[in-house]
């Protein structure tokens, strides 16, 4: 680009014949950019609309070049209406109708109200061009009426250019510097058309107007040599067509085109084109009702469709309601149903606990008091059960409930042990405690006695023959750690998160068929929790599990 | 403690656990009268006037909570030391068997030392 202006400052400078010669090597010198560029930023199939720019420019090289050739070798200028002007004029339907195609690549939509906008656009541009450009020539006096009509058709493919550079102005691919710079190339070519067109008379070869022109080919060249412009053959899905601002503007300014044309012939006492601003502004008039109605009809299809997706959601948000009141429902006939079976468990367990603690306090051969151990024992451990059901299922209504009352943490791990001692011997696992003194905690001394419980009867019951099982009680500042640690098979990490968890039970204790119900470690957390404390776990498969309790001395909340 | 001769009555809906309370306390030394529902209880309250009764809360007729509203509300019944005793242990039925005037509540199944303790406990207060 800079060689470019280089070479239009090159052209000022030139004598008249070089001036000639040098317009026509820029000129083509911009065509064989135009093609080196597409061909190097663009695959075969996307060249095509600037292709055409290259063929629309060439048209007017070549009616350059038979310019020059009279200039230089006849030293006149060519006749008009000459072939020249057939180059001239050929060039401007292949220059705007590759800006249309470049439009359409970019993702351009060809909709009612996009046919719309560019029908208001023509119609106020060829209004404008009539009035001001147009039909002044029918005022001129022409050496023949082919040359008239000839000259009146520059402002008229001028129409083309100028709808095709408003349509740039709206167009989808603004943010890349090639769009800029073919939008840039475009306005010259037109306001070079333009400004020609208001000083036909005094125009002469050299005019500063061939700066507009030779700029408008260099421009275009930029455009075409410019990387970015691969991107503007592509659609770009966040620009499509909208009413923007600068849409908006431009219909503006097509809907004023009539009146101000008016003023202005008025101003400069023109002869007014009453009939023709007339009928124009009544055709723009009417473009804009109907793009108005579009635009209401659009606005009203966007509101049902609103209503309707609103009273979709509402629907199924209804739905989801109602389900979720029937699943808590279900819940809640859950809980109600295992809290009602625990209390009518209850009742025949009292029973043959009860008889058979008064046999064994009756009976004297040894064998039978060991059988009546033995019934008594699994009543206990069937209460045990429906105990832990019973305590899970009041869990899910809600908080745990604590009555209580300063609780000595050290009498109640001792007699947790003791209690768990016969058990330990029976399965061959050595019990350790070690405890020191600690504050008393508020809480609820049967709740934490459960919680010691559960830990202890879990490591016993995962800890094979030969095992060890530690208990040990420590306190720092205010918090109190109870800590159960065992030799017993481990917790895989995998299960470690959901330990945990209501009805969880491991892989591993699964594997080796220990009897559980998923609930002893959901109740112990309900506990801790209760008491404002922590639990957690620390384990290495194979080799054992420690359990750590934190509570607070206060007690929590 | 002197059990012999006193008289506590046991209400129970369930005939088997009735029958093992009645001979654990009659074990104990207590003469016992026995009613399966809770207007019965109330009846035989007060006719045979026992020193305590142990009370099953669901019994037909009348609840082992409505015998006691009946007990306490009876000026010469008032004093009949009361031991509630159910299935049900929540927090919320322990509270309420303590508000309308149990003088303790057992929750089932229970030890027998356990609930002969805790009459002796009551009857020597």
């Given at each position: 680009m800079g060689a470019g202006v280089l070479a239009i400052a090159v052209y000022f400078l030139l004598p008249a014949d070089g001036q000639s010669i040098f317009y026509v090597v820029i000129g083509a010198c911009s065509v064989a950019a135009i093609f080196i560029g597409s061909a190097r930023n663009l695959p075969p199939e996307g060249r095509l609309p600037w292709q055409l720019f290259g063929l629309g420019l060439a048209g007017q090289v070549a009616g350059d070049a038979i310019f020059a050739v009279y200039e230089v070798s006849l030293d006149r200028e060519p006749p008009s209406p000459s072939v020249a002007d057939v180059f001239y004029l050929a060039g401007y339907p292949l220059l705007a109708i590759g800006a249309l195609l470049v439009l359409q690549r970019l993702g351009g939509r060809t909709s009612r109200t996009a046919i719309l906008d560019t029908a208001i656009i023509f119609s106020g541009v060829a209004l404008v061009q009539w009035v001001f450009?147009?039909?002044p020539y029918n005022h001129i006096r022409f050496g023949s009426e082919g040359a008239r009509l000839v000259a009146m058709t520059y402002p008229a493919m001028d129409v083309l250019l100028l709808v095709a550079l408003a349509q740039l102005l709206v167009?989808?691919?603004?943010?890349t510097v090639a769009y800029r710079l073919l939008l840039a190339s475009v306005a010259l070519w037109v306001v070079a058309d333009e400004v020609y067109s208001l000083n036909v008379n005094s125009y002469q070869g050299g005019?500063?107007?061939d700066a507009l022109w030779l700029g408008s080919y260099v421009v275009w060249a930029a455009a075409a040599l410019e990387?970015?412009?691969?991107?503007?053959a592509e659609p770009d899905r966040?620009?499509?067509?909208?009413?923007?601002s600068a849409r908006l503007a431009l219909l503006a300014a097509a809907l004023f085109t009539a009146p101000l044309a008016l003023l202005i012939e008025r101003a400069a006492h023109h002869r007014v084109h009453a009939f023709v601003i007339a009928l124009g502004g009544a055709a723009l008039a009417a473009l804009v009702l109907l793009r108005l109605a579009g635009l209401v009809h659009a606005v009203e299809r966007a509101g049902v469709a609103e209503r309707v997706a609103r009273r979709e959601s509402e629907q199924a948000q209804q739905l989801l309601a109602y389900q979720n009141q029937q699943l808590l429902e279900i819940d809640r006939l859950k809980d109600e149903f295992v809290s009602s079976i625990s209390h009518e468990l209850r009742t025949p367990l009292t029973s043959i606990a009860g008889y058979a603690e008064l046999l064994l306090e009756e009976e004297e051969d040894a064998g039978k008091r060991g059988h009546l151990a033995i019934v008594g024992r699994n009543a206990d451990r069937l209460l045990a059960l429906v105990s832990d059901l019973l305590f899970a299922a009041r869990l899910q209504y809600g908080r745990l409930e604590l009555e209580r009352s300063p609780v000595d943490l050290r009498t109640l791990v001792q007699q947790a042990i003791d209690s768990a001692r016969p058990r330990a011997q029976a399965a061959a696992v050595e019990l350790h405690l070690e405890t020191v003194d600690v504050p008393r905690i508020q809480g609820e001394p049967a709740k934490l006695a459960q919680l010691i419980d559960n830990l202890v009867s879990n490591a016993i019951k995962f800890t094979p023959r030969d095992g060890h099982v530690g208990v040990r009680l420590t306190a720092r500042d205010t918090m109190i750690r109870i800590e159960v640690s065992d030799t017993g098979i481990g917790i895989p990490d995998a299960d470690r998160e959901r330990?945990?968890?209501?009805f969880f039970r491991a892989q591993s204790a699964l594997e080796q068929q220990?009897?559980?119900?998923?609930?002893g470690l959901y109740i112990s957390k309900a506990i801790v929790d209760a008491h404002g404390g922590r639990i957690g776990v620390d384990s290495t498969p194979g080799e054992g599990t420690t359990f750590v309790v934190e509570l607070p001395a206060g007690g929590g909340g | 403690m002197n059990a012999e001769g006193k008289l506590v009555l046991c209400a129970d809906d369930d005939e088997d656990i009735l029958s093992l309370v009645s001979l654990r306390l009659q074990r104990a030394g207590f003469e016992v009268a026995t009613a399966t529902d809770g207007q019965e209880a109330v009846e035989i309250a007060r006719t045979r006037?026992?020193?305590?009764a142990v009370l099953?809360?669901?019994?037909?007729?009348?609840t082992g909570y409505e015998v006691l509203e009946e007990l306490r509300g009876d000026e010469s019944l008032r004093d009949i030391k009361v031991i509630l005793l159910s299935a049900r242990v929540q927090e919320s039925d322990v509270a309420r068997g303590l508000d309308a005037g149990a003088d303790a509540y057992l929750a089932k199944p229970f030890k027998a030392q356990e609930l002969v303790a805790k009459i002796e406990e009551l009857l020597e207060s």
């Open positions: 450009f147009i039909d167009g989808p691919g603004g943010r005019d500063w107007i990387p970015s412009m691969a991107h503007i966040r620009r499509l067509p909208r009413l923007t330990l945990f968890e209501r220990i009897q559980g119900t998923g609930l | 006037r026992p020193v305590l099953d809360v669901m019994m037909p007729r009348r």
